[in-house]
């Protein structure tokens, strides 16, 4: 292949970029992949076992081995390939939920980027009449989709974290927007005298109440539901924010870094986890959450300027950033 024939074929795969992205959700939504876990599989047989046309379904499975998500084996048959293998439910580091939750919303809601580029707002809104968490909220079935994806393929990420910061000093930790407790769940089993609370809005917290069960650490936890703009539990030596103050504008943002400010002691520690942008200059994959940010919410990624800038302002010195990931950094800030 000529240069040019290269970069015709590298700017093609960008363009079609939304094409891989149906297709994964297809075969996750379909859950093709648990169905091909025994052995491979005719389209005709996939079809009959999840109710849909076969005609269509083996065609979608041909570009689904296009990008090898299956492959083609003698017979029509198709068999999963590894890739394929981590759109199972059960696989371990399962993306299903992740596939699922891009194909949808997300897919919806980026399909209006440019409304976001044009009018500062979130697609979001424009396209489903509702901000992000609100609509979760009225969607039990999105939201429980959303609250798998946000720990999918974590288990990585969080072993890090808890390399990175040593919390055997600690009595309390306060996971503040603490999901369905992954992040909680990780460090109460290194630390078996650590005790727990998982704040969020009342109707996350019975995904935690089973992921925390299934870990092993219900007992060290309590489930506080509330709401951060207005107040934070007291008592805790540690508060950890996961992917928090990026989902909010500096306004709302430093609402909730204020209301942790004003419950924490002053030798406690306020722990952020987030992807940190380089300066400008030096692309990153960051970019990528930043936008995400834009598209479903009013927040945004942010410098390690702009933290410190934030955090200041809440009465917190910023006094450490430790990459722990492909994508998050730790930030460790104290009382001023
Ligand atoms: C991006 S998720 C992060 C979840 C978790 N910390 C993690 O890293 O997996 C944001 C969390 O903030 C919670 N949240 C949103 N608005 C909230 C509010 N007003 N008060 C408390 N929690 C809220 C959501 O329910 C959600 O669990």
């Known amino acids: ?70 492959a083609e084996v003698p017979g029509e048959r198709f068999e999963l390939t590894s890739l394929g293998r981590m759109l199972g439910t059960d696989a371990a ?49 999105v939201q429980a989709t959303f609250d798998a994806a946000m720990s999918a393929g974590m288990d990585v990420m969080l072993e890090s974290l808890g390399d990175a910061y040593d919390f055997s000093g600690s009595r309390l930790v306060v996971d503040v927007g603490g999901g369905n407790g992954s ?25 935690a109440e089973s992921y925390l069960t299934a870990a092993g650490v219900r007992s060290q936890c ?48 306020v722990l952020l986890l987030e992807a940190v942008l380089p300066e400008h200059g030096s692309p990153s994959v960051a970019a990528m959450a930043d936008v995400n940010m834009m598209v479903l919410l009013t927040g945004r990624e942010r410098t390690e300027k702009q933290y410190a800038a934030l955090l200041e302002a809440a009465g917190l010195r910023l006094s450490k950033v430790t990459p722990i990931w492909a994508r998050e950094s730790l930030i460790e800030a104290r009382p001023l």
């Open 1 to 70: 292949m000529t240069d040019s024939h290269e970069s015709v074929e590298s700017a093609l795969k960008l363009v079609y970029g939304f094409r891989s992205t149906q297709v994964t959700y297809v075969v996750a939504k379909l859950g093709l992949a648990d169905q091909l876990a025994d052995g491979p599989l005719t389209a005709i047989e996939l079809a009959s076992r999840v109710n849909v046309k076969p005609e269509n379904l083996g065609r979608v499975l041909r570009l689904a081995a296009f990008f090898g998500v299956v």
């Open 93 to 141: 580091g399962s993306i299903k939920a992740t596939a699922i939750m891009l194909g949808e919303e997300h897919y919806g809601a980026w399909g209006s980027l440019l409304h976001s580029v044009k009018t500062s707002e979130p697609a979001f809104e424009h396209v489903y009449g509702a901000p992000f968490f609100d609509y979760m909220a009225a969607h039990p079935d």
């Open 183 to 207: 992040v909680a769940a990780m460090i109460l089993k290194r630390h078996p005298q650590l005790e727990a609370v998982i704040y969020d809005q009342a109707q996350v917290l019975a995904a």
């Open 222 to 269: 309590r489930l506080v539901p509330g709401n951060f703009f207005e107040s934070v539990p007291e008592g805790g030596d540690a508060y950890v924010l996961s992917n928090i103050v990026h989902d909010w504008d500096d306004e709302r943002a430093l609402r909730i870094l204020r209301n942790c400010r004003a419950a924490m002691a002053p030798d406690a520690v």
